[in-house]
């Protein structure tokens, strides 16, 4: 079987440029794209060469017949980084609210939400 990555996720958000650059001062990412959707919405794609979040913002009458709020079956996104604790005192520098600490076998973990409640999971096996 072939190697297969993770390219993007997609999130419905409600502001997606407060998303992005949130996401740029926790994980030195970078925006790599922005524009308007095929259903008239707007997206800020925001990550690394390999990776990123597409932030979206959905049009209030989408032309291409989907619904304008998807479903949220989401459960978190989960962020791998190097320094945990770096990542954690950037967050509680911008204003979030770390939970959920653990150490477990391989890594360590904590969480946090974004302004639209969207739940991250910071992750950390070094």
Same mark, same amino acid.
């Given at each position: 079987?072939?190697?297969?990555?993770?390219?993007?996720?997609?999130?419905?958000?409600?502001?997606?440029?407060?998303?992005?650059?949130?996401?740029?001062?926790?994980?030195?990412?970078?925006?790599?794209?922005?524009?308007?959707? /095929?259903?008239?919405?707007?997206?800020?794609?925001?990550?690394?060469?390999?990776?990123?979040?597409?932030?979206?913002?959905?049009? *209030?009458?989408?032309?291409?017949?989907?619904?304008?709020? !998807?479903?949220?079956?989401?459960?978190?996104?989960? $962020?791998?980084?190097?320094?945990?604790?770096?990542?954690?005192?950037?967050?509680?520098?911008?204003?979030? %609210?770390?939970?959920?600490?653990?150490?477990? *076998? !391989?890594?360590?973990?904590?969480?946090? %939400?974004?302004?639209?409640? /969207?739940?991250?999971? $910071?992750?950390?096996?070094?």
């Amino acid at each position: 079987m072939a190697h297969a990555a993770l390219e993007h996720v997609n999130l419905t958000v409600s502001d997606p440029d407060r998303t992005a650059w949130m996401m740029e001062r926790l994980f030195d990412w970078h925006e790599r794209w922005r524009g308007v959707t /095929i259903g008239r919405g707007f997206t800020v794609h925001v990550g690394n060469e390999m990776s990123y979040l597409a932030l979206h913002v959905p049009a *209030a009458a989408p032309l291409d017949g989907r619904p304008s709020m !998807p479903g949220r079956p989401l459960n978190h996104v989960g $962020v791998l980084v190097e320094q945990l604790d770096d990542v954690e005192r950037r967050a509680l520098a911008l204003g979030l %609210k770390p939970y959920g600490h653990a150490d477990y *076998a !391989p890594g360590r973990r904590f969480y946090f %939400k974004d302004g639209d409640g /969207i739940e991250y999971e $910071v992750v950390s096996y070094a």
